[in-house]
């Protein structure tokens, strides 16, 4: 018997009916969350700019113009214009990917690393839990921000070493999240009760394990998106990360901060930038995690 | 009743736990038989063992704690003997495991229809939709009320007996020839317990499954059993008929656990209680490990460990009252 791809879809439908019900759920909680869906704006807004800020931008970001620098706002310069006389604007728009970039490569590396070894570590215990623990122990010991000065000091100044100086310092923060999470649900009576069923070991970690330790996971990860942002940014700042003339936030930050009694847009607009997409990251976050959670998630639906 | 078809048989079981304060003799030597289609009651205070063997048959001991020596003997196999995959095979398709605890025992993360679908899909290979109606329809069973909502639900929307009885649903999903149930009605309150309990006899009259009931309520085994194990710190002392047990207790230790169940006839009396404590396993006391709290404990209970010997057709204890008459 053949279906039109019409009856397929329908048939489809049917048969997630269940689980779409629960992601419709899910949403529905983070819909109900005013600051979730303010922060899901901004983010959105973000990921929007990092994709298509270059071609909304009125102005090239390096083209300089010295007879208009240090422009105040106006309406053919909407955030003035630079001790060089770049657009203020269409550098922010370009700048806008560049941590977008950062944000993702960082912990699209550091989050499986961290996955992959925290897992081990908290799954298999014994020896290779203390080798795997001790090394992150010691990328923990020293401040993030300052080791990551230092790997991108000794790398050399650029944007991809500050990117890479991060994912170095981040993915011990994940391997112990992961650990901590796999030890406790290791032990948890359900994985008992699972064994006890006769569920091999490869069932139990991708069946119990791996899930109960996604939510956690994932609100991390959002969370962190802000934060490394945050942390290339200030990298940028203080000149480790994008050299000039990137349009780096954190970078454009730095060049007009000198300035700043002058022409305060020059440093006040990225400034702000990066302020409102780590808020949006964080608020986000927050509401991932109440809405993932089925027992918050089941009070707001009758509620 | 047909005639009795052994159907497992613990021998000598020794399960040690080696902690850092010495080695804890947990099981010491326990052997019992049970039966096909009969429930079988193991009652004990806590910490004297009864866990412990549940775990052992399931070969699930955790560790520091092993298996010594004896012999297991399920279905004339010796699981002692098996593989973990050969076990992955067993448990939860021909014995289950119904634990304590039936708020931490479920997955929060799945529905309840799902965990009680998980083993038939990968015990009898069936498709998830077939699985999930099967599920339903052991729901069903159960008697939880609108058991195509309730699997559905997760686990912490349903109540403490909606959870146990789905526990019991997903050990019975394939059927298992023995059923074990780790003190499942402690959570629950007396109402729901009792709903339980004729559940569980229902059910393991239709399914004709075996059961071991661990308890520390005599009023359960009285309900529910067909024979009963008696077990003190890590030993079995006695092992008789129900009705045995409650009208010609021979054990001592056996003796003061029924005086001391409140009962309708003594209002306003003082319950006797049995002097002392549950021993220590690390460093028992030698011979019988009763002796120190036994009002008839002579020399030899001192210096003998007591054997296991039939008083009655199916009336075994381990005492040494017995021993000199007999």
Redesign the interface.
């Known amino acids: 018997m053949r279906f039109s791809p019409l009856t397929k879809y329908r048939l489809l439908k049917k048969r997630l009916k ?1 689980s779409l019900k629960e992601m419709g759920l899910t949403f529905y909680v983070l819909r109900k969350n005013a600051s979730a869906v303010l922060g899901a704006f901004i983010v959105a807004s973000f990921i929007f700019l990092a994709l298509f800020g270059p071609y909304i931008a009125p102005y090239d970001p390096y083209e300089t113009d010295i007879i208009h620098r240090f422009e105040p706002p106006s309406p053919s310069h909407p955030l003035g214009t630079d001790k060089l006389g770049r657009d203020v604007l269409s550098r922010l728009l370009h700048g806008a990917r560049y941590s977008a970039k950062a944000g993702i490569v960082v912990l699209a590396i550091s989050v499986p690393v961290g996955v992959i070894l925290g897992g081990i570590a908290g799954l298999f215990g014994g020896w290779i839990d203390e080798i795997i623990m001790r090394i992150t122990d010691i990328f923990l010991a020293f401040p993030g921000l300052i080791l990551a000065m230092a790997f991108s000091a000794a790398l050399g100044p650029s944007l991809e070493n500050a990117m890479l100086a991060l994912t170095l310092v981040w993915w011990p923060l994940y391997t112990r999240l992961v650990r901590g999470q796999a030890l406790s649900v290791r032990e ?3 994985v ?9 070991k490869l ?1 139990i970690v991708f ?2 394990i791996l ?2 330790c996604l939510t956690p996971i994932l609100v991390t990860f959002t969370l962190d998106m802000g934060a490394v942002i945050l942390s290339c940014a200030s990298l940028s700042f203080l000149g480790f990360g994008a050299q000039p003339p990137l349009p780096e936030w954190g970078r454009m930050v730095s060049d007009g901060r000198i300035y700043l009694f002058q022409a305060w847009w020059v440093s006040m607009f990225p400034g702000l930038a990066i302020a409102l997409v780590v808020l949006g990251f964080n608020l986000l976050g927050d509401g991932i995690r109440d809405a993932l959670d ?2 918050l998630r ?1 009070i707001t639906e009758v509620g | 009743m047909k005639a009795k078809e052994r159907l497992l048989k613990v021998e000598d079981l020794k399960v040690h736990f080696f902690t850092y304060g010495g080695v804890v003799e947990a099981l010491d030597g326990v052997s019992f038989d049970l039966f096909r289609s009969e429930v079988l009651g193991l009652v004990g205070e806590s910490g004297c063992g009864k866990s412990v063997t549940a775990l052992s048959i ?1 070969r ?1 001991v955790p560790r520091p704690g092993r298996i010594i020596s004896g012999r297991i003997i399920f279905d004339g196999e010796d699981l002692l003997k098996k593989s973990e995959k050969e ?7 021909r014995i ?2 119904i ?1 304590q ?1 039936p708020t ?8 309840v229809g799902y965990q009680v679908a ?2 038939l899909v ?2 009898h290979r069936m498709g998830f939709k077939r699985a999930w109606d099967k599920a339903v329809q052991i729901l069903a069973k159960t008697r939880i009320p609108d058991p195509p909502a309730k699997a ?1 639900s ?1 686990p ?2 349903l109540s403490g007996g909606m959870r146990q009885r789905s ?1 019991i649903a ?2 019975l999903a394939c059927q298992p020839d023995l059923l074990i149930a780790d003190e499942p009605t402690t959570n629950l309150d007396v109402t729901v317990e009792r709903q339980i309990l004729e559940l569980v006899k229902d059910l393991q009259r239709e399914f004709g499954t075996s059961v071991l009931w661990i308890t520390h309520n005599l009023g359960v085994i009285a309900e529910l059993c067909n024979r009963v194990v008696v077990m003190y710190a890590g030993n079995v002392v006695e092992i008789a008929e129900v009705e045995e047990i409650f009208s010609h207790p021979l054990h001592p230790y056996t003796q003061k656990l029924l005086k001391a169940i409140p009962s309708a006839q003594t209002v306003g009396g003082k319950l006797e209680e049995i002097p002392g404590t549950v021993p220590k396993l690390i460093n028992p006391p030698s011979g019988c490990r009763f002796h120190p709290r036994c009002p008839a404990a002579t020399d030899v209970c001192r210096e003998e460990k007591p054997s296991m010997i039939e008083v009655r057709a199916g009336h075994f204890v381990a005492c040494h009252l017995y021993s000199s008459g007999g």
């Open positions: 269940p948890s009576a359900y008992e009760a699972a064994r006890s069923r006769g569920a091999s069932y069946k119990h899930p109960n089925p027992k089941r | 399931m699930l076990m992955y095979k067993i448990r939860g398709s289950s495991l634990f605890d931490s025992s479920l997955n929060p993360l799945f529905t998980e083993p990968y015990h559905r997760y912490h929307e526990m997903m050990a």
